[in-house]
């Protein structure tokens, strides 16, 4: 097996235990390569279907065309799509020349949360790499997140042996808390 396949097949094994484990988990698709990349894993762990649904946070300044490729997709391979949108900020006449920063928060992060507590799911599965930022690097293949979807570090749960656990310290993820699922083992090792 090469060391493609390994990493391939780790990743399939994450997230078939993370589509057993949570009983309300959805994964995210921003359509960039990362997220598309999970897209296809998921499928190929479930044999060309992909059970969980797929959010995406519009902030109504994508590209047209990506925007249609992606509706494009979500039609031909039967993909449960949920855009989600901070529609109030929109509203409000929030945009990137306001600040990046400020209009990145209120668009996307708290576009997030809002959809992610509208929908109330308790595990996400994210396609990100642990080499694109230092912090990354140390969460594991489940990172709990409070009831704001942060990470501390100091609730990280041990994978030991290199084994993955769905729950944390104390105990299996509970439906305020999501997890964060995210196989880190394709990341930067490709």
């Not at 598309?36 to 059970?51: E, I, N, S, Y």
């Not at 030991?160 to 104390?170: A, F, N, T, V, Y």
Request: proline letters at 5%; hydrophobic letters at 35%; glycine letters at 8%.
């Amino acid at each position: 097996m090469t060391h493609l396949e390994e990493l391939e097949n780790k990743s399939i094994y994450i997230l078939r235990e993370a589509y057993k484990n949570f009983d309300n988990l959805c994964m995210l698709w921003s359509i960039g390569k990362d997220s598309t990349v999970m897209l296809w894993l998921v499928r190929k762990a479930f044999f060309g279907h992909c059970p969980i649904p797929l959010v995406h946070i519009d902030t109504s300044y994508k590209i047209k065309e990506m925007i249609a490729y992606r509706d494009q997709l979500a039609e031909e391979w039967g993909l449960t799509l949920v855009v989600g949108q901070n529609k109030e900020a929109l509203e409000k006449g929030m945009n990137p020349a306001l600040g990046r920063m400020e209009c990145c928060t209120a668009l996307k992060t708290e576009g997030l949360r809002r959809t992610l507590a509208d929908k109330k799911y308790n595990g996400v599965i994210v396609g990100v790499r642990s080499d694109e930022e230092g912090t990354r690097a140390k969460e594991r293949y489940f990172s709990p997140r409070d009831k704001n979807n942060d990470w501390d570090f100091r609730e990280q749960p041990p994978e030991l042996w290199d084994q993955s656990r769905p729950g944390s310290s104390r105990g299996p993820m509970s439906e305020s808390i999501p997890c964060w699922i995210g196989p880190r083992s394709i990341s930067g090792n490709i």
